[in-house]
């Protein structure tokens, strides 16, 4: 059967990608988050895993406003970077796992979970991001399954829903008739927003909370609805959405691996976690 050998998680704010085509890691700015990172590329050389599930949020890039899914799943080949811009370089194609994405779909289907399977896919910098951060050096080494979830237009999924979601998908990789090894990624968040009267809205005492009930009480968030979590995180911080899913689909108690809070990065709150499968 397949072994998961852990979660990680981090913030996709697109200033990123141009920090890193211009060399900035160093820079006092940058230099904090880009260290958060170093911990968890040795865990990734220790465990080296073949395959990255991709908890992400699309922007606009396969859906919009007029047709937005609760979940959709890739099932390609291959998926095409081609994000908007702020300063990511252009990234060949990263390498799809249909075999494990096919797996999912019946799985997740049997367990009522309503999908848009995506044969085609577009991934932008919430996907393509992580992805560089975690492995930084030439091109991707892992296959990679994305899961997107709604976190743009309303109603969204609950967070029980979503770490549901991350369960069944956890059931789905570890009844998987494979020898692979499986990294489940989660991206987005922390709090932040970007409009209105509370741009540039932080919350620091959440976050923390919310990053530590991630070990050994990932049930702790669903208490809140999602208009109590956007009034708690800002409006895109119920990306957080994404590293719930993570957590769920890591089953058991977990192992922390390393965590790292930074702010700000550009207007968002910036943290990385990576925690290993007991």
């Not at 911990?39 to 859906?63: K, M, S, T």
Request: a negative charge; glycine letters at 8%; aromatic letters at 10%.
């Amino acid at each position: 059967m397949a072994k998961i050998v852990g979660g990680m998680t981090t913030s996709h704010v697109p200033a990123i990608g141009g920090a890193m085509h211009k060399g900035l890691q160093n820079e006092p700015y940058w230099k904090p988050f880009f260290d958060g990172f170093l911990p968890v590329r040795q865990w990734l050389d220790d465990v080296r895993p073949d395959i990255a599930v991709v908890f992400y949020n699309d922007h606009g890039l396969n859906f919009f406003l007029d047709k937005m899914p609760t979940f959709a799943i890739g099932a390609a080949a291959q998926y095409q970077n081609a994000d908007e811009g702020w300063g990511i370089p252009t990234l060949p194609p990263f390498k799809g796992a249909p075999e494990l994405s096919w797996h999912l779909i019946n799985h997740l289907v049997a367990q009522d979970f309503d999908l848009t399977i995506c044969q085609e896919m577009l991934v932008d910098h919430a996907f393509t991001l992580p992805l560089k951060l975690f492995w930084p050096e030439g091109d991707c080494p892992v296959l990679t399954v994305p899961i997107c979830i709604n976190t743009v237009q309303f109603p969204l999924p609950s967070a029980k829903r979503c770490l549901a979601l991350g369960r069944a998908v956890g059931e789905a990789i570890a009844a998987w008739d494979s020898d692979k090894k499986v990294v489940v990624i989660g991206t987005g968040g922390l709090s932040h927003q970007l409009d209105g009267e509370r741009a540039g809205f932080i919350n620091k005492p959440f976050d923390l909370k919310f990053m530590d009930s991630l070990f050994n009480e990932p049930e702790w968030a669903t208490q809140f609805s999602i208009p109590e979590l956007v009034e708690k995180t800002g409006t895109q911080g119920v990306e957080l959405l994404m590293w719930l899913a993570t957590r769920g689909a890591v089953p058991g108690a977990v192992r922390k691996v390393h965590t790292n809070y930074h702010i700000p990065i550009s207007n968002t709150a910036a943290g990385t976690m990576a925690f290993a499968a007991a």
